[in-house]
């Protein structure tokens, strides 16, 4: 009697316990493996597949952006630019140790202007050179060591925010157009087709625009710009040695005599129009008034006019 109680009960074990397992495979609440991994491309209402970038909405992206942000430390993004110049007696010299020292940062020369003197000597080099980012403070220090420092300046800019978010524009916009292709993969009408195809060219050009963007930042913060102004000093005349006596004398007084001569000569050359114009008008009107005159003394009983 013991033994089939036992076995009874087994018995009812068992079968709750296959009941309990089909509840949690099949029930709203369990999960299936098989179910779970074929989710994203799960059927539609009208039976046809459905990608898994459709089911991948706004939300779902901005919060993969998030846990990612999360995840992982921030790196900034910052465009640094600096500019030197620098005064030297060797031009050409230091033009190319700071052509060396750049090829040794692993930098380029985006631009150069060299100008030369009178016997064909570098006179003057305006280098600006591209440098990594990391290695921007040693190349100003290494470059101001050229020379005589005559102005430095420097500055850099964060833009860490445009970085990320037109990355995260870049991948939505990919997401978009993966979704727009399989809509169209599908299309059957010619209308369809046409307005499906006008969508994924507008949405193309975005995307093409944001890569754009995202390679001038990378460009930007990944290589940072020095401009190297390198000039020869200007050489200034010393100061004429003070002289006294007869000779410092008779200097100083052709000095003054020179200097009243430009005066004078100065002043003649400002009232000589106005001399010419008295002598065109005054003269001609000084002999017919002298002609009256004489006119009137010899004939007193002529009318006057």
Request: glycine share 8%; with cysteine.
């Amino acid at each position: 009697m013991t033994r089939t109680r036992s076995a009874a009960s087994a018995t009812s074990a068992a079968a709750a316990a296959l009941l309990l397992a089909l509840l949690t495979g099949c029930g709203p609440g369990g999960s299936d493996p098989a179910s779970s991994d074929s989710g994203g491309a799960s059927s539609g209402s009208a039976g046809e597949p459905v990608a898994p970038e459709v089911a991948d909405g706004p939300l779902s992206s901005r919060s993969a952006v998030g846990d990612a942000a999360a995840r992982t430390p921030l790196e900034r993004a910052v465009v640094a630019t600096g500019e030197v110049r620098v005064e030297t007696r060797r031009v050409e010299r230091a033009r190319d140790e700071a052509l060396s020292l750049t090829r040794t940062w692993g930098g380029l020369v985006a631009d150069e202007q060299t100008g030369s003197d009178g016997e064909g000597r570098p006179a003057s080099s305006t280098l600006v050179l591209r440098v990594p980012t990391p290695r921007f403070a040693t190349a100003l220090e290494e470059l101001a060591d050229l020379g005589r420092v005559t102005e430095q300046t420097r500055s850099a800019e964060d833009v860490t925010t445009q970085v990320v978010d037109t990355r995260a524009r870049v991948r939505a916009a990919e997401r978009s157009i993966r979704s727009i292709e399989s809509l169209l993969s599908r299309a059957e009408r010619l209308g369809d087709v046409i307005r499906i195809e006008s969508d994924l060219a507008r949405r193309q050009a975005d995307l093409d625009s944001l890569k754009q963007q995202q390679a001038y930042l990378a460009d930007q913060t990944s290589l940072s710009t020095i401009t190297l102004h390198l000039d020869r000093p200007s050489a200034t005349p010393p100061p004429p040695a003070e002289t006294r006596g007869f000779l410092a004398g008779l200097a100083g007084g052709w000095d003054a005599m020179a200097a009243s001569g430009v005066v004078l000569a100065t002043a003649v050359g400002a009232v000589l129009p106005f001399a010419a114009l008295l002598a065109l008008v005054g003269v001609p009107l000084a002999r017919v008034l002298r002609r009256r005159r004489t006119a009137t003394v010899t004939d007193p009983a002529a009318p006057a006019t």
